[in-house]
């Protein structure tokens, strides 16, 4: 959203004492964090003070990022070039003002979603019941906080049909800043359970609280009496919920109720409401447990869709939850334990302090809870799988998110088949493919065969597309339902000799065609041949017909518009001469983004999941899905002529700290990043690689670096695609090289 802010309308804003000379371009966006500045032009950075560090502890930062205007709360004694700045007692409440502001150029109504808890679930799930009847805009993620709504409304288009916000409290006299900020048109309350009631002194004050924010507002749901606003319409509804733990179900009522004040409901559209991620972290633990951490909170309704995720995770493992109580918690206990046996929990826990001796996890799924971060961290350590202190995390919120960016850059009817090939990228085939699949994906693709029967082995019921079956593989790809591309004359006649030898006959294929990338593929002049030993045989039937483009990251290549000429007459021929409907597809992440003419009926999506696309412009609306960080494991310091590493390839120039990092291209640090073409990022300053990449460290100049500091790889400050620039490759390969003994941990938010 462009905001489009002259120098005076700040100026009334804020009532703000103004430093400087007066900018003549408008103020298009803001930004409060440095380190994620992309660009400048039009860019007002807001200097929030945080609990350990004041804001204006990173002007320099900004500044030296092309930042011209800021918002402070006191004036720089340093004299910076052509910046200027407005001074204003409260940073934060300037940015509530401004995005006070920009509420009352909306011209469409907005919702507000409050409540103890899921507010992010209705908030999607409302989109998802109306999207495809209005133009819906939403906060991202969970940013219901002060700083958060405020974020959420200056996003907001000034054009649109509805918009949906969070809004959350934790104490007094927040709820009526949020209020003047969204002046919602419609509110609606998912609960007002206060078992966790942050610093309200009583039940009754919470639920004033949240009911306020409807103060004005055109009409308010509340998700505690839904049964009032109950006709047989929404009870036939509710019939369809594909859920049946109580918070979710809860959850999709209050959903379900609201998209019918704001107009239609379909059963189906219900029935595929689809499953949101949380606040929860997975790990790999010793002798085959899997670990979910959940030290959000103790919030006893929340506690119930913890308990629904842990029995989700692994279907046929034994479940054991460990409860981490305070002092000031420990009346929770009879009620934490009424619950866990009526979740039918196998075995729990509950401690004030870790015992002596920890219990047997071998082959459980462990749910470790409560906001005790100390002791959470503490029983992780001992429990983790892998000591590695190298970790990559996979943020799949943000994978929901890109997916979402897609499905929404898409024609409705356009299918999407997510690719997840090589272990996902390297992310872990079955929590991917899980996610991806919780985000409504039409197919899975994968290379062999035995990728594909994982897949099975996971529960995965969705079409899956083998691209590379190899006759060795045929009878894996029947025996799993496995729908094989076949890409030869010779390739064809093997699987048909197959169903032969099993009596099977309609089985689905793929066939894909060499249209100029020249790989494996049919080509077009063997089409005719082709249609007619499908006539002939009865065993196969072709579900799909695909290519793939050679330049599709190159929107200007003249090979691009052959393709798409020559897939189309394929297509054409196989229209006519098949005597049923068969599937399209051409596009892989980088052509969906670039040829919305050729989408046909399906497209495929990999690298783009994760938040790279060669469009700036479409790679602006992704998040990036992987971050990539280690420790220091020892700073040394070195005089002037020391040389560093094997070979003595690089001699030091002056006297220097040197920090050694426990990652090296046994764990896909790649050794060309040797000698400064690398480097890693330690307490927000780049740290170029000296001397070779070893196997398994790599030594680095940190002359800042203070001891046991993270260490950021790739993150907010190094982005894959610029990681894999420097190390003269492509973020696939990056991804699929991240070596196995690097711990996964996977975050959901």
């Not at 029935?271 to 909170?297: C, K, Q």
């Not at 920890?358 to 005790?372: A, E, F, R, Y």
């Not at 120039?653 to 990043?673: C, H, M, T, W």
Request: contains cysteine; negative net charge; proline residues 5%.
């Amino acid at each position: 959203m462009k905001l489009n802010l002259t120098h005076a309308q700040l100026t009334e804003i804020f009532a703000a004492r103004f430093v400087g000379t007066p900018s003549a371009v408008l103020v298009q966006e803001v930004v409060y964090d440095s380190r994620k500045i992309s660009r400048s032009e039009g860019v007002a950075f807001f200097g929030l003070n945080g609990p350990k560090r004041s804001g204006f502890e990173y002007v320099q930062a900004a500044y030296d990022k092309g930042i011209r205007i800021f918002v402070l709360d006191q004036q720089p004694a340093k004299e910076f070039a052509e910046a200027c700045f407005y001074i204003v007692d409260d940073v934060l409440e300037a940015l509530q003002q401004l995005a006070t502001f920009h509420r009352k150029r909306i011209n469409y109504p907005i919702l507000a979603i409050a409540g103890a808890i899921g507010k992010t679930t209705v908030k999607e799930w409302i989109y998802h019941l109306l999207a495809d009847q209005l133009k819906v805009q939403r906060s991202p993620k969970s940013y219901n906080s002060q700083l958060g709504v405020a974020l959420s409304l200056l996003q907001l288009p000034l054009e649109g049909n509805l918009a949906l916000i969070e809004a959350a409290v934790s104490k007094p006299g927040e709820m009526e800043k949020l209020h003047a900020m969204i002046a919602p048109n419609y509110v609606v309350i998912t609960n007002t359970n206060a078992g966790f009631r942050h610093e309200f002194d009583t039940d009754q004050a919470y639920q004033v609280a949240l009911q306020s924010l409807s103060i004005g507002a055109d009409w308010r749901i509340d998700g505690d009496h839904l049964e009032a606003l109950s006709d047989e319409n929404s009870k036939n509804l509710f019939d369809q919920i594909p859920f049946n733990d109580p918070v979710r179900v809860h959850n999709a009522r209050v959903a379900i109720a609201c998209a019918l004040r704001l107009g239609s409901c379909s059963p189906k559209a219900v029935a595929e409401l689809p499953e949101l991620a949380n606040r929860l972290e997975t790990f790999e633990g010793i002798h085959g447990a899997t670990l979910i951490n959940d030290a959000y909170s103790l919030d006893l309704l929340a506690f119930e869709g913890s308990l629904a995720f842990l029995k989700a995770v692994a279907p046929g493992k034994q479940h054991m939850v460990c409860c981490l109580l305070s002092e000031n918690q420990a009346h929770l206990k009879e009620e934490i334990i009424r619950l866990l046996l009526a979740n039918q929990i196998d075995t729990y826990h509950i401690w004030t302090a870790l015992p002596a001796i920890l219990p047997d996890i071998s082959d459980q799924v462990v749910l470790i809870k409560g906001n005790q971060h100390l002791l959470t961290e503490a029983l992780l350590s001992k429990w983790k799988r892998k000591s590695h202190s190298t970790v990559v995390r996979y943020d799949l919120s943000a994978l929901q998110h890109n997916l979402r960016q897609y499905q929404q850059s898409l024609a409705p009817t356009t299918q999407i088949l997510a690719m997840v090939k090589a272990q996902a990228y390297g992310g872990g085939l079955d929590q991917i493919a899980k996610q991806l699949l919780a985000g409504g994906v039409n197919y899975f693709g994968v290379a062999y065969a035995d990728e594909g029967v994982l897949l099975r082995q996971a529960g995965i019921k969705l079409p899956i597309l083998v691209m590379n079956a190899e006759p060795a593989g045929f009878e894996s790809c029947i025996a799993s339902q496995l729908e094989p591309a076949i890409y030869s004359p010779t390739h064809l006649d093997a699987f048909i000799r197959t169903l032969i030898a099993s009596q099977i006959q309609d089985y689905p294929i793929h066939l894909k065609f060499d249209t100029g990338m020249h790989r494996l593929g049919f080509l077009p002049e063997q089409t005719d041949q082709l249609l007619q030993t499908l006539r002939a045989q009865p065993e196969v039937c072709v579900k799909s017909v695909y290519s793939h483009m050679a330049c599709a990251d190159e929107p200007q290549h003249p090979m691009n518009a052959q393709q798409i000429s020559s897939f189309n007459a394929i297509c054409s021929q196989f229209e006519s001469a098949l005597p049923y409907p068969f599937l399209k597809h051409l596009l892989n992440s980088e052509g969906a983004a670039h040829f919305p003419q050729a989408q046909f009926d399906m497209v495929r999506l990999g690298i783009g999941l994760f938040g790279v696309n060669h469009d700036p412009q479409f790679e602006q609306k992704l998040k990036p899905v992987i971050s990539w960080t280690s420790r220091i494991s020892q700073l040394k310091q070195f005089k002037k002529g020391a040389c560093v590493g094997y070979g003595c390839s690089e001699i030091l120039e002056a006297d220097s700290q040197i920090a050694v990092i426990p990652v090296g291209y046994a764990d896909g640090f790649k050794r060309n990043l040797s000698n400064g073409r690398g480097g890693v990022y330690i307490d927000g300053n780049f740290c170029p690689t000296i001397g070779r990449v070893c196997m398994d460290m790599i030594m680095v100049l940190a002359p800042n670096a203070r001891p046991d500091a993270e260490v950021e790889i790739i993150g907010t400050q190094q982005a894959l695609s610029l990681f894999a620039e420097k190390a003269q490759t492509i973020p696939y390969e990056i991804l699929t090289s991240i070596s196995p003994r690097v711990q996964r941990t996977y975050v959901n938010d």
